[in-house]
């Protein structure tokens, strides 16, 4: 098994920062690629960004220009770094994975989540 283990939430300003980190740990055979979705109160869960082990990543629209995803992976790590925040960007924030484990097969694995909250 896989656990991912999300930290950086919380409350900010418009125009705001925060920064996520999500570290997986456990048996890990393989993990690619790994990435952020979010959902907010009534929505669906939407991707925001996803990094493959190679660095190459993608965004949502609505976050090109202001969001930066980013990898560790000797740490199996990633990390959203989330600039000029919107009331919009609110929601619980979940940390996925694609991952191995030895002997076994790639599955997707998810955080908790963090909640993120965005004042106007």
């Known amino acids: 098994q896989v656990q991912l283990v999300e930290s950086g939430g919380g409350l900010v300003q418009a125009g705001g920062s925060l920064r996520l980190s999500c570290t997986a740990s456990?048996?890990?055979?393989?993990?690619?690629?790994m990435g952020w979705y979010r959902q907010a109160p009534g929505e669906q869960r939407e991707l925001v960004a996803t990094?493959?082990?190679?660095?190459?990543?993608n965004y949502a629209d609505s976050v090109k220009g202001r969001f930066t995803i980013s990898r560790d992976n000797a740490k199996n790590t990633v990390y959203l770094q989330m600039n000029s925040l919107k009331p919009e960007d609110t929601g619980v924030y979940y940390c996925?994975?694609?991952?191995?484990?030895?002997?076994?097969?790639?599955?997707?694995?998810w955080g908790q989540g963090t909640q993120v909250t965005v004042s106007s």
């Open positions: 456990g048996s890990i055979f393989s993990i690619n690629p």
């Open positions: 990094i493959t082990s190679g660095g190459s990543t």
């Open positions: 996925y994975c694609n991952a191995a484990v030895v002997l076994g097969a790639s599955r997707r694995y």
